[in-house]
DNA sequence: GATGAATGAGCCTTCATTCAT
DNA sequence: TATGAATGAAGGCTCATTCAT
């Protein structure tokens, strides 16, 4: 007997991802995901219930994937300002290195796939940021705004950056990724 | 005979950016535009050649609606930092108050409909703005940075606020709207 | 415009009994129901929901179509014997003529289409046979057994004359209707 | 090597059975029987060849089951009622047992997979049923109809018997089987 | 022999587009 | 022009059958 083979899952998630970037959550189709997979269309069905249940399971794994990215090498002891800027770069670094994912987070945010609760889901997935910019205010480092706010101004610059990058095919030297950052930090510092 | 009916156009556009923003271009179809719209199938095929002339021309007014916007009120001749506040007060008010739109254009951007040529008419819409920021370095009022990241810095900020005021049903007070505004100063001055 | 057309209704109507009848109600399609019937399988779904819906209004149809066949020419006021042959006859000519109806019915009783509470509509129909066997009764006409199995009893012999007649390819002289009411008289009668 | 299992064959005759009465013929899976049975798919493909043997292979058990079962206890050398009446116990009797088979012959019938030369073969089951009755009419103890038909009477009425009992959750007391029987031998009679 | 994952043809259904009115 | 019924190609999904284990 055949066995269930979990990276098939990670080929269909895979390809999926590609596509969407491609042609958007419009474009896709069991048969253009099964044949960029790899696979029949009817193994796409042993993995996954229907075509809503791909595409929700594969959000969640984005989600919790940016996740588990955005704080690596991050310790709330860190000093403040060495703590964000190494979220900022993970941020970024992961909006670049999976620029796909990013684009289908956001194409599932205006479909029917996805519900309320699980967008809710997905703004929990910046608290630790949230706290840190608490602190921030708390050593009166960054300026006295309502840390919602601050943390939009934050991503919204890298966001921002990270299409550009991939729309306008640009390169991010080190002195850019400098530049940039400096932005940010000058914007929110107190 | 009767008129082609320019309301009826208006009457289309706006039933597809409702639809757009329900459920994603993913969601549309004819049948429903129609609906929504008030007319039969069979008339949008009046108006419109087949749906991707429709997806498309509503794509050109979006942004053609978008620059007419955002240098409103706007002379070449304002202090930089007059101009500049006036034209990203116009360009967060826009996002805001064309939100669908704004979605639209974003869902068009990875999807079939829009080829590679229409993207780059797109980057030229911020054209006039390019020249301010350019006058800014000049007049070293802001940082030397490469002028397309400084827009890019702006864009992203405005853009992101514009989202979360959406997507988290919040109100921008005339205080926020200054601090935001203080944020993407601070982060740019020289 | 094109008006939708109740004709249309009726030859997808017997298309799926001509179907039914060569393949049962396994060897259905859509498509087959609509190249039998002349028409795009889409239009089908103009007409019905879906094929559940296809098939359960075929089978209200075909039930009201039998209630109304069964009772023609007889009249309450009848001698009792008069009526009864009347009836007799009548159901036996139905399951004659329309004999696709009445595999379809039998079928359907063993399928997920039709539930249970259909059923017992289909087990009303013969409400005036039972008042007439009742009045047999009452008349001592007839033997003094539940008018259930009495019901039974006809209905059983007929069905199985009609089979016949079209599984065996016979013919059905008037001798022979005669010869088949006369068993089924003799067995009831008291 | 293990052997070729004979009752593993059953269950899988059981399911399909047991399948055909809740769904019809149209709701058979061969998945579904394998779970049913409690047997991997590729299972059923190591005893059938495939869909068609498995129902023609069933349709053929059914058959010669109720030939064996309709002549039970019964002698050419009974007297003419005892034989008729042990006939007609037994075709009672193994309907009402085994109705799945029933619904099953019945289905199988309008299906693809039965062709007219099985439909033939099942015609000569009742062939000593046929002898009995043509006896009985050179008694002069029942009535002088073709035989076919007479046969079709006693058939139609046990038939119909046997659904009603499933259908509508009737007990059959002996007293009932009595009057049944009376009615069919009051109809058949001389 | 037994398993069940894998396959892909085919079914149900949708939807862009046409056309008779 | 306007309508919406009609069309049929194409998409989502199922299921008979195969095959690696």
Redesign the interface.
């Known amino acids: 007997m055949k066995i269930k083979d979990d990276n098939k899952i990670n080929d269909i998630y895979a390809a999926t991802l590609k596509l969407?970037?491609?042609?958007?959550?419009?474009?896709?189709t069991m048969q253009a995901v099964a044949k960029e997979a790899g696979v029949a269309t009817g193994t796409l069905y042993i993995y996954f219930q229907n075509k809503d249940e791909l595409i929700i399971r594969l959000f969640d794994v984005c989600v919790k994937n940016s996740a588990s990215n955005f704080f690596k090498d991050y310790s709330v002891r860190d000093p403040f300002k060495v703590g964000f800027r190494t979220i900022w770069s993970n941020i970024l670094q992961h909006r670049l290195s999976r620029f796909p994912e990013s684009?289908f987070i956001?194409?599932c945010?205006?479909?029917?796939f996805i519900d309320e609760d699980t967008?809710i889901t997905l703004?929990k997935m910046f608290d630790p940021l949230l706290e840190l910019l608490n602190r921030g205010k708390r050593e009166h480092l960054i300026?006295n705004?309502?840390t919602?706010?601050?943390l939009?101004?934050m991503?919204?610059?890298?966001?921002?950056?990270a299409k550009?990058v991939v729309?306008?095919n640009?390169k991010l030297s080190v002195e850019?990724m400098d530049?940039?950052f400096?932005?940010?930090w000058?914007?929110?510092?107190a």
Chains 1, 2, 3, 4 share one sequence.
């Open positions: 969407v970037k491609a042609s958007g959550l419009a474009g896709i684009i956001e194409q945010f205006h479909s029917p967008k703004k300026k705004i309502d919602f706010w601050l939009t101004f991503i919204g610059g890298i966001n921002e950056v550009r729309y306008f640009k850019l530049q940039n400096q932005m940010c000058d914007g929110i510092k």
